[in-house]
């Protein structure tokens, strides 16, 4: 028999954002749950060094998760190890389901959810995923210990990833569609001087080969942007950096989005198009995308929630 929960406050997602709200919403006294979803700590627990979080000079990014998810708990959120599948926004209290088989009701929500890798959409990297292609160099970096490595991207993601996979491979080559990078000068400077680093300019993955048994990449064919030239490039892991994509599959049919997916939010604040439902962190970001912005908006959604309830009640 299913169980039903309610709450004031229901807090979708476990990154920066999410955390922050939890804190936010304890120190209201609005009693909040938080359920995790299929990636407790989201993004930042794939993340190596963090340099950029204010007060820390350098930390883990899965220690900053652990950190941030116990003071959640510590304030006095409630964390749940759920996966939310289903959310009806329409009459409050609004209902959530769980893939635990219990119904979460509560009269705010805040979607925390995050955003994930996007892919190629190549037959053959989907052929190969987990068997040498990956979106997460610190998940798999470790495998490819003395083998030449693909990075793809080229970001702020693409050259992390590319830098981090030195401290495994024999050789990172850094395929870019284009010949400049959109990543931080910094990155950029520290990518151009590592010797392990060779960038591959103005060409793109055209497919992904490998053996059958063993299954295993071994190489890729990228080709040129400009000439169509195919040419070969052995290799034993493909890592694809090309950014990544709002995790909207709740609200993308109920909440109004742009910029491929991401929910809008009214401005200066995460008030969505439903009054009641708030929006913080990657979920709405197409601009920023960093944890410490992310954590802000959790903040503002917290205050916001706590606002909204008051003028309710």
Not at 84 to 93: N, V
Not at 155 to 162: F, L
Not at 183 to 205: A, C, G, Q, T, V
Not at 228 to 242: H, M, R, S, W, Y
């Amino acid at each position: 028999m299913s169980e039903t929960r309610h709450t004031k406050v229901l807090i979708i997602g476990s990154g920066p954002a999410g955390y922050t709200a939890g804190v936010y919403a304890s120190r209201a006294m609005l009693e909040p749950i938080l359920v995790q979803g299929i990636e407790p700590g989201g993004q930042l627990t794939t993340t190596t060094e963090v340099e950029n979080w204010p007060g820390y000079s350098e930390i883990q990014g899965p220690d900053l998760m652990v950190n941030m998810e116990k003071h959640a708990r510590d304030m006095g959120t409630e964390i749940i190890g759920d996966i939310i599948t289903s959310l009806d926004t329409s009459a409050r209290p609004f209902k959530a389901q769980g893939d635990s088989g219990t119904v979460y009701t509560a009269d705010a929500v805040i979607l925390a959810t995050g955003a994930r890798a996007k892919w190629l959409g190549l037959e053959s990297e989907e052929k190969f995923k987990g068997f040498g292609v990956s979106a997460c160099a610190t998940c798999d970096g470790f495998f490819y210990r003395g083998q030449e490595i693909v990075v793809v991207g080229g970001g702020n993601t693409a050259v992390e990833e590319a830098l981090f996979l030195t401290n495994f491979a024999s050789k990172v080559t850094l395929v870019h569609r284009r010949d400049e990078l959109r990543s931080e000068k910094i990155l950029e400077d520290r990518l151009m001087k590592n010797e392990k680093i060779e960038p591959l300019w103005f060409h793109e993955i055209d497919e992904v080969y490998g053996s059958e048994d063993p299954k295993g990449v071994e190489g890729v064919k990228v080709r040129h942007t400009k000439t169509g030239e195919i040419t070969d490039l052995p290799c034993k892991g493909v890592f694809i950096a090309i950014g990544h994509a709002p995790a909207n599959e709740l609200v993308k049919d109920v909440l109004d989005t742009h910029m491929g997916g991401y929910v809008v939010t009214k401005p200066d604040s995460t008030e969505t198009s439903i009054p009641g439902i708030f929006a913080a962190g990657d979920l709405t970001d197409h601009k920023y995308r960093q944890a410490v912005t992310s954590a802000g908006m959790g903040c503002m959604a917290a205050l916001e929630a706590e606002r909204f309830l008051a003028e309710e009640d």
